[in-house]
């Protein structure tokens, strides 16, 4: 268990919903659930993911915080929002998700072998090098993340997609070599890094 995980832990416990209304984005709706179900029914996720939002929220209410943050339910969210144009109190479902996803993350409670968030984590650290996405070198890491093995096998089983890509100029080859990005790298890099700073600092806060 990491120390903030921890200090958190030790700060909310038996009351993992207010650790929700605390730390998580939009937490404070989840006491607005009345467990009806429709956003079960309306998810196209539903049926391939072990928790449902309807399921995370009761969890979270009767303090099963192990279990929430430790489930990669929330990393299966495909941001489709039918949960939230169906629901009906309005509550910002899919905000809340990606919200315990992040904290999870922040927790480093996520699961070693969930894929979206090991595309998340790929993606950011692509974008966040020149502020643009180098589509050919994230194909490539994005191939690869499960092994040299793996990745080949993948990559021959798209070799058409990937030559079609390269035919209608969605993806160049020269990206290989560098890759287009931003003018003001370093202010873009500072941005990020205070942004970072403000976000930790609000989180260590929240943990004394």
């Given amino acids: 268990m990491s120390d903030l995980n921890q200090a958190l832990a030790e700060k909310y416990q ?27 029914g309306s998810c196209p996720m539903g049926p391939h ?3 449902t939002p309807q399921k995370i929220f009761m969890m979270i209410r009767a303090n099963k915080r192990d279990e929430v943050l ?19 109190r309005e509550l910002p479902i899919t905000h809340i998700m990606h919200g315990l996803a992040t904290y999870a993350k922040r927790l480093n409670l996520v699961p070693k072998t969930q894929p979206t968030a090991k595309f998340s984590q790929l993606f950011w650290d692509n974008l966040t090098k020149k502020g643009r996405v180098n589509e050919l070198k994230l194909g490539m890491s994005l191939y690869f993340m499960n092994g040299f093995g793996e990745g080949v096998k ?6 058409k997609l990937g030559l079609n890509m390269l035919k209608t100029r969605r993806m160049a080859i ?6 287009h990005g931003i003018k003001d790298k370093s202010g873009f890099h500072a941005m990020l890094k205070k942004a970072a700073e403000i976000e930790n600092d609000a989180i260590e806060a929240r943990s004394k």
């Avoid at 993992?16 to 006491?31: A, H, Q, T």
């Avoid at 993948?154 to 070799?159: E, R």
Wanted: aromatic residues 8%; glycine residues 8%; hydrophobic residues 35%.
């Fill in 174 to 179: 020269n990206e290989a070599w560098g890759g």
């Fill in 49 to 51: 993911w072990e928790h």
């Fill in 70 to 88: 430790q489930s990669d339910s929330m990393w299966m969210c495909t941001s489709c929002y039918s949960c939230i144009a169906r629901c009906p």
């Fill in 14 to 40: 038996g009351n993992f919903l207010k650790e929700v209304i605390d730390n998580v984005e939009e937490g404070d709706m989840v006491r607005m659930c009345m467990q009806c179900g429709v956003c079960a």
């Fill in 154 to 159: 993948t990559a021959m089983a798209n070799q």
